[in-house]
């Protein structure tokens, strides 16, 4: 080879470093990107477990609320069918009314 030849390889070679470069600092800014949006969904899927427990105990605590007033209402119910039964059985040991 001659110099003229060597030039020319060597200006061909720098050619390419520059955009093998340029390409590996691409690469570099991808992976970079990469590792942020890793980071990112890490970050989501804590906040979504934490949301989830929330959640669940929320639910249970919505459900403990609302058994309350029924529970209320079947004990008023029993208390006036107890009464009702006690105010017939009166009724009828007392002579039903004869």
């Keep these: 080879m001659n110099e003229q030849e060597l030039s020319v390889k060597l200006t061909e070679t720098e050619s390419r470093m520059k955009s093998n470069t340029h390409r ?3 690469l ?3 992976q970079d990107d990469l590792e942020k949006l890793v980071t990112a969904v890490e970050v989501l899927t804590a ?3 934490g949301m989830e427990r929330d959640l669940k ?3 249970s605590d919505v459900k403990t609320i609302t ?3 029924a529970k209320h209402w079947d004990t ?4 006036g069918l ?3 039964i006690g105010a017939a059985l009166s009724y009828l040991m007392t002579g039903g009314g004869a």
Excluded at 76 to 79: F, S, V
């Design 76 to 79: 008023m119910i029993d208390r």
């Design 57 to 59: 105990e929320i639910k």
């Design 82 to 84: 107890y009464a009702l």
């Design 28 to 30: 570099e800014q991808r």
């Design 47 to 49: 906040r979504e477990e």
């Design 67 to 69: 058994e309350k007033p």
């Design 24 to 26: 590996i600092d691409k």
